[in-house]
């Protein structure tokens, strides 16, 4: 090779495209075959890179993922949180809210109608307390 002045450079090797082939010889240049390995791990790496970019471009995705954990540790913790609530309810009072709960299971028409009872009341107590401030 040679430098701007066109001295050889420190290789000693002049620029004549005979010497640089040869040089490269000597390194052992790729056989077709392994330029064919070679560039078909390159696509792969590079597939690999355009699916790693995509993921983390993907904000839905990104969102769903994170709402999903989130949601886990909510029904874990929930969970959790109830187990420590029974160990700590006295068994009469467990017993006694199982037998309200099969209660209310068997006769449902008449809680419907209670509870719907109870929300008409509510209503017309706040629209008539809601009719005062507006005058």
């Known amino acids: 090779m040679t430098d701007a002045s066109g001295t050889p450079d420190a290789s000693g090797t002049p620029d004549v495209p005979g ?6 010889t000597d390194i052992g240049t790729p056989t077709p075959d392994e330029l064919r390995e070679q560039v078909e791990r390159t696509r792969d790496e590079l597939g690999q890179t355009i699916e790693a970019l995509a ?12 709402t ?10 929930a969970a959790h949180t109830a187990q420590l609530v029974h160990d700590a309810t006295p068994d009469p009072v467990l017993d006694a809210a199982g037998r309200v709960a099969s209660t209310a299971r068997a006769n449902r028409k008449p809680l419907l ?11 017309v107590i706040r629209g008539r307390g809601h009719g005062r401030g507006c005058r």
Not at 55 to 66: L, Y
Not at 113 to 123: C, D, E, H, N
């Open 55 to 66: 993921g983390k471009a993907d904000v839905k995705a990104q969102a769903k993922e994170k």
């Open 113 to 123: 109608v209670a509870g719907a009872a109870l929300l008409v009341v509510l209503l």
């Open 68 to 77: 999903a954990q989130v949601a886990d540790r909510i029904h874990d913790k």
């Open 19 to 24: 010497a640089s082939d040869e040089r490269r």
